[in-house]
């Protein structure tokens, strides 16, 4: 049971906090207080509902009720729970790898590079199938360790339809399962891949942009759009394209701010997305289904903003006309909302975004690796979770890593959280960077930021480049201190899978089995040679926890990476 | 108070109340791997009702505990178990009629609810989700009974 009391980090956040409260406005921090304490069974992946005899759970303080009615035992329950978890955060990445590569085939859009465009579509077709195409497509030295563990997926279509079936019953060892898991997870790397590879061919690439962050971005005149979740990208171009003729800003949340020749201003991040309602400023919200909370609607209606999703099977698949009728509904709804206040805080911070992975070179990592002017090299991952103040996580591991000489990457929206606090500023590298750091970052580029964002089509790219024989004595490692959504617990296996040390917050639903948590951290280190730490102190101050991970990663002392056990 | 038609036989009481009153760690991750396993003090007997100690008036487990070390509170009027001086002779737990005092051959101490006394409020009634049982005064609870 928690209850935290600091809300947010954000000061424009918690500008409207005492005004949510005022109207009666339920946040998320209110309903998150209102669920407590929350399942505990759920919480450590003890329960199953997968039939209609349950709901069933594993009581660990008796002696009685430890299986569940088909006689699922404590191992299998938490397993399944995790595979429960991963199976759903794949179909997040295979939706967004189908519904675009649809998009392309329908030619609503002319590809900048055709050839590759139609390879990568036949590509991505045989993915779904057999998978036969997509080992060309990666580097043969990744294949070869997965295809020895067992878990390259052989097509999607077979790997989803028998991982989902471990669900349904049978005598999977706890060993069976966890294979499943992560070759679903590799499903979800690799149509992620395949989505960049596509993005790339059909629209090009982006150059490291200037973008505004946080409210303070809200205009007080012109009309606002907000582009809410997951979007597809030609959809977003073609909307700022309408829109730009129209003088009405683009802005978003939860979505890529980046797209070939457009920048969007983003307004905030996942754990605040319903406060850009607040301010009043906000004429239209045009919102998918991933990464929105429903939240919003209720707020919406409060502040008579429409919402228009896109996700609707009754609208038109043709996505300039969508475009259009986008706009149309933004002039409309701005006519009509004049006379609302607009409460916008000046609050904004400037970053620069969308590094691509050849001005990030491996080889100028290593050399200064070499020379001893870094020390080692930090993913941060991760949406915001409720359980912690919004981005004090997330910003402690940054200043904790950046001021030890570690080098700080990161993506989507965990570099939007960053960005709000002036890790992507350039300006203020001063401020956060050690020495080391600092002086490759100057070696780099003049505009390259403390915590270097990378393209969300790019990321993958880089990992895959890294040198593999380096693996070993490479002090690389994969937090997710404020982690969320099931795709992100993909994103972390998947990290595991390429061979990096990876810690993740809050606890999963593994946690429930000593076996089960056993049989991962032994899979994970005899197959691929690294960790997967999902600690489980609830009470760890942030500080700690990175030094934690700091203290692992430059190899004086710790756990997970100096291969100790979790507990 | 416990009321049977809110109860839905969740287990959470018995689940918090295990790792709060019951572990050592006080934390739900590690409170599972505790060994001895921690004995919640709370039941959930059948398919709907969670059952604690009810502090009876004229307890049978204060009369039949043959070395003090079952206590009534003044204070508070709570009867609970003074572990130090247990000698694990189960008589508590052959005298009370609801059933509701665990011998452990483990710790070997007779372990019963307190009703959280040191903590101010009952950890069952704060975590019941549908609050099934509630802690609250009952003056004419004896009119209505009889």
Redo the contacts between chains.
């Keep these: 049971?928690e209850f935290i009391q600091k809300k947010t980090m954000d000061r424009a956040v918690e500008y409207f906090l005492p005004k949510a409260s005022e109207m009666e406005i339920s946040l998320t921090w209110d309903r998150f207080e209102g669920q407590l304490?929350e399942?505990?069974?759920c919480?450590?992946g003890?329960s199953c509902r997968d039939c209609l005899q349950g709901p069933c759970?594993s009581?660990?303080?008796?002696?009685s009720?430890k299986a569940g009615i088909c006689g699922k035992e404590r191992e299998t329950l938490a397993t399944q729970s995790l595979l429960r978890l991963v199976l759903k955060g794949t179909m997040v990445y295979l939706d967004r790898l189908s519904e675009f590569a649809k998009e392309m085939e329908s030619r609503q859009w002319r590809p900048k590079n055709k050839p590759r465009t139609d390879q990568m579509l036949k590509t991505i077709q045989s993915f779904f199938y057999d998978g036969g195409m997509v080992k060309k497509e990666l580097p043969k030295n990744w294949i070869r360790p997965w295809e020895e563990a067992k878990i390259f997926p052989e097509g999607m279509v077979r790997d989803l339809f028998r991982a989902s079936q471990k669900l349904e019953g049978g005598f999977a060892e706890n060993e069976e399962t966890l294979l499943w898991i992560f070759k679903s997870s590799l499903l979800a790397l690799i149509s992620e891949r395949l989505y960049g590879e596509l993005k790339r061919s059909a629209m090009g690439i982006t150059t490291p942009t200037w973008i505004e962050v946080n409210l303070g971005v809200l205009d007080t005149q012109k009309p606002n759009l907000l582009l809410y979740g997951y979007l597809s990208p030609l959809l977003k171009q073609k909307v700022a394209q309408e829109a730009q003729k129209e003088s009405i800003q683009v802005l978003c949340v939860g979505t890529y701010p980046l797209i070939p020749s457009f920048s969007f201003p983003t307004v905030t991040n996942y754990g605040s997305q319903e406060i850009p309602l607040m301010t009043g400023a906000v004429d239209l919200i045009v919102a998918s289904d991933q990464g929105v909370n429903p939240s919003i609607m209720e707020i919406a209606k409060a502040y008579e903003v429409p919402i228009f999703s896109v996700d609707d099977l009754k609208r038109s698949k043709d996505l300039g006309h969508l475009a259009k009728e986008i706009i149309g509904e933004v002039k409309k709804s701005h006519e009509f909302r004049k006379r609302f206040p607009r409460d916008i805080p000046p609050i904004k911070e400037s970053a620069v975004i969308g590094f691509s992975k050849d001005k990030i070179l491996w080889k100028k990592i290593l050399k200064a690796l070499d020379q001893g002017q870094i020390r080692g090299v930090a993913f941060l991952f991760g949406s915001g979770n409720v359980k912690f103040s919004q981005d004090h996580e997330i910003t402690t591991f940054a200043k904790e890593f950046l001021r030890n000489d570690i080098l700080c990457l990161s993506k989507g929206e965990s570099s939007i959280a960053l960005a709000k606090y002036g890790f992507l500023n350039p300006k203020s590298r001063e401020e956060f960077c050690g020495k080391g750091v600092l002086e490759f970052l100057k070696g780099v580029g003049e505009e390259v930021p403390s915590v270097i964002d990378v393209d969300e089509v790019e990321f993958i790219d880089f990992i895959l480049e890294k040198p593999k024989e380096e693996k070993k004595a490479f002090p690389m490692v994969a937090c997710f201190p404020e982690a969320n959504r099931s795709s992100e617990v993909v994103e972390a296996i998947a990290m595991v899978a390429l061979g990096i040390n990876t810690y993740f917050w809050p606890?999963l639903p593994i946690?429930?089995s000593?076996k089960a948590m056993e049989a991962l951290t032994t899979f994970c280190q005899k197959k691929l040679g690294s960790s997967f730490y999902i600690p489980?102190?609830?009470?760890m101050e942030a500080r700690s926890k990175a030094t934690m991970v700091l203290k692992a990663l430059t190899g004086q002392e710790g756990y997970g990476i100096s291969g100790k056990p979790w507990? | 108070m416990v009321d049977k038609n809110k109860c839905t036989g969740c287990h959470q009481c018995e689940l918090w109340c295990g790792t709060e009153i019951a572990s050592v760690s006080k934390e739900l991750y590690q409170a599972i791997h505790e060994t001895p396993q921690p004995v919640p003090r709370v039941f959930v007997e059948g398919k709907n009702f969670a059952l604690q100690c009810r502090h009876c008036e004229e307890a049978p487990c204060l009369e039949a505990c043959p070395n003090g070390t079952m206590r009534r509170d003044p204070e508070t009027g709570l009867v609970y178990v003074y572990e130090p001086t247990c000698i694990a002779c189960w008589m508590c737990v052959m005298a009370c009629p609801f059933g509701i005092i665990t011998p452990s051959s483990t710790l070997k101490v007779a372990i019963k609810c307190d009703r959280c006394r040191n903590m101010g409020y009952p950890i069952c009634a704060e975590v019941c989700p549908t609050q099934a049982i509630r802690l609250e005064e009952r003056k004419d609870y004896r009119t209505k009974a009889f």
């Design positions: 049971m304490p399942c505990g069974f919480e450590t003890l759970i009581h660990p303080f008796r002696d009720n606890a946690t429930g000593q489980m102190e609830k009470k507990r």
